[in-house]
């Protein structure tokens, strides 16, 4: 157990907190919170000062290997018990209309979203969180049985900007104005203007947004024209086949991948594909930089985990050499082998 403080400051309180996370202390993170709102802190500063910068903490903590999953999970797992917490403690009424809040299909990282939907809920929304990876048709299917006034839809991961923006499409037809959020559109939000929909950097500028529908609405056209080379719908397509040629690839020239153990081949085909869905991502966008600052972020997390950052290059090299009939998509693949050479790269260490 940690020592209780008496400041009525999240920033004071904080190292408390991300103890508990640490402890998985579900308790006593609680009491942390509700110690802070029964000071008078207000419960969207608890939530935004508090408990979101602690969970980008836990993840950071997670990505340099200092945290195993099991602590990440159990670690978000307290901190929705804690925004519950805080959201039980305030219990605003609505007197406003209805928001729906949801994740893009695939999409798993719930909890940024709904920090937005409880800051949406404490001024004044009828808020109806549907979680994590909600299906496109699912969606629309909500909103034609419930009037809404706006959909906030998170994404975390540039690789599903594609369904992102089918969502968004599909929540236009049903005439339900959208605002996205999350680091899957980028720090600056150039994503979410690529596919012409509006973008809020967190979950005040979210809530702002969404009370000002002529600024909601007030959107320019996405621009897309480059999918008519069909780079993107070709690489998809033989996504299957190139993960498949890579493990054989790396088979033949790491023997010791022929020594995997179940786990590890089934870390490897993960990666194999991810490097696939970020490509097609940013053959979506025309956008090198969505896969070249994929590259770098991944080579950090495996070479904290013991994984050469030359396997990285191999498959890059390897897709590069399948995909020479694909001018965009081996652009990027160049571009991402220049990553890898770059001066002071963790993968040159």
């Given at each position: 157990m940690t020592a209780p403080t008496t400041q009525a400051?999240?920033?004071?309180?904080?190292?408390?907190?991300?103890?508990?996370?640490?402890?998985?202390?579900?308790?006593?993170?609680?009491?942390?919170?509700?110690?802070?709102?029964?000071?008078?802190?207000p419960a969207e500063r608890v939530l935004l000062d508090l408990v979101a910068p602690a969970q980008s903490e836990v993840g950071e903590r997670w990505a340099r290997n200092e945290w195993s999953v099991a602590q990440e999970h159990a670690a978000t797992h307290i901190s929705e018990r804690v925004v519950a917490a805080v959201a039980a403690h305030a219990n605003p009424r609505p007197t406003r209309g209805r928001v729906v809040v949801a994740c893009m299909d695939g999409e798993w990282h719930a909890l940024p979203p709904r920090l937005v939907a409880e800051v949406l809920r404490l001024r004044g929304w009828q808020v109806t969180f549907l979680g994590a990876s909600v299906p496109a048709a699912h969606l629309v299917s909500y909103l034609h049985r419930h009037d809404a006034h706006a959909v906030a839809l998170a994404c975390a991961l540039p690789m599903?900007?594609?369904?992102?923006?089918?969502?968004?499409?599909?929540?236009?037809?049903?005439?339900?104005?959208?605002?996205?959020?999350?680091?899957?559109?980028?720090?600056?939000?150039?994503?979410a203007r690529t596919l012409g929909v509006a973008w809020a950097p967190d979950a005040p500028s979210a809530a702002d947004l969404v009370a000002d529908e002529r600024a909601l609405r007030r959107v320019r056209p996405g621009e897309l024209p480059h999918l008519a080379d069909d780079e993107y719908a070709s690489l998809v397509k033989r996504r299957g086949e190139l993960i498949d040629s890579?493990?054989?690839?790396?088979?033949?020239?790491?023997?010791?991948?022929?020594?995997?153990?179940?786990?590890?081949?089934?870390?490897?085909?993960?990666?194999?594909?991810y490097i696939v869905d970020f490509l097609a991502a940013a053959l979506y966008v025309d956008d090198s930089s969505l896969f070249t600052d994929f590259v770098?972020?991944?080579?950090?997390?495996?070479?904290?985990?013991?994984?050469?950052?030359?396997?990285?290059?191999?498959?890059?090299?390897?897709?590069?050499?399948?995909?020479?009939?694909?001018?965009?998509?081996?652009?990027?693949?160049a571009l991402g082998e220049t990553v890898l050479a770059a001066p002071g790269d963790p993968a040159r260490r």
């Open positions: 400051d999240p920033a004071q309180a904080y190292h408390e907190f991300l103890d508990a996370l640490e402890e998985a202390d579900e308790y006593g993170a609680i009491d942390v919170a509700v110690r802070l709102l029964d000071a008078g802190v599903r900007l594609p369904y992102a923006h089918r969502m968004i499409e599909a929540c236009r037809r049903s005439d339900v104005p959208v605002v996205v959020g999350g680091r899957g559109f980028g720090d600056d939000g150039r994503w890579a493990l054989a690839d790396l088979r033949e020239r790491v023997p010791s991948v022929r020594d995997y153990t179940p786990a590890q081949l089934d870390s490897t085909v993960s990666d194999l594909g770098g972020w991944l080579v950090e997390i495996l070479t904290s985990r013991g994984v050469p950052a030359a396997a990285v290059g191999l498959t890059l090299g390897h897709y590069h050499r399948q995909l020479r009939d694909f001018p965009r998509a081996a652009r990027f693949l």
